[in-house]
């Protein structure tokens, strides 16, 4: 299957993996379900992070907010 550049939505990961191929052991043991103490203070103290959400029907949208450390 070829496969345009940006050119259609991919519609569910079995399709993702056919494109990108699938992650690594090592890439998916960095995976987490929580924010735990260490990753809270990192927050706490940084001036600047990134909001990605989606809509239901698939639309993407990344904000970068940033303010005096602690503003999170």
């Known amino acids: ?14 399709e993702l993996a056919t494109i990108i191929g ?9 995976e987490l379900t929580a924010l ?7 927050i706490a103290h940084s001036p600047f992070l990134v909001i990605g959400t989606h809509s239901a029907d698939g639309r993407c949208d990344v904000s970068p907010r ?5 503003f999170v």
Do not use: C, I, N, Y
């Open 22 to 30: 699938t992650p690594s052991v090592v890439s998916l043991k960095k």
């Open 66 to 70: 940033g303010d005096a450390a602690g």
């Open 36 to 42: 735990d103490g260490h990753m809270r203070r990192f």
């Open 1 to 14: 299957m070829a496969f345009e550049r940006f050119g259609e939505q991919v519609r569910s990961a079995e």
